[in-house]
């Protein structure tokens, strides 16, 4: 069973960032993160292969948010850069057992406890 522990989430003007921060306790292979905003379904946001780093984003964070990660520490980041009021969700980290990119809910089997980003226009 892995356990996965999120930190990082708050409040922040349109424009300004924030880092996410996504630590596992075992061993995965592919970790992603998801997002969630009042009434819509959980949608993906960015992935990272954790072998070898391959990375993949959803079109609507592309060039503003980095997903990364620390082998050392087993654990992820998400740097959110240029956000605005759109991106106010809660977000879930996840981590799969998929030896490549997942990026639908159903290829994970971890996930976080969420924390929320809200950014003011």
């Known amino acids: 069973q892995v356990q996965l522990v999120e930190s990082g989430g708050g409040l922040v003007q349109a424009g300004g960032s924030l880092r996410l921060s996504c630590a596992a306790s075992g061993r995965t292979f592919s970790r992603g993160w998801f997002r969630q905003a009042p009434g819509k379904e959980r949608e993906f946001v960015a992935a990272i292969k954790w072998s070898g780093g391959s990375t993949y984003y959803a079109d609507s964070v592309k060039g503003r948010f980095t997903i990364s990660r620390d082998n050392a520490k087993n654990t992820m980041y998400l740097q959110m850069n240029s956000l605005k009021p759109e991106d106010t969700a809660v977000y879930y980290c996840?981590?799969?057992?998929?030896?490549?990119?997942?990026?639908?809910?159903?290829?994970?089997?971890?996930w976080g406890q969420g924390t929320q980003v809200t950014v003011s226009s």
């Open positions: 996840a981590a799969g057992s998929a030896y490549r990119i997942a990026t639908t809910t159903n290829e994970y089997n971890y």
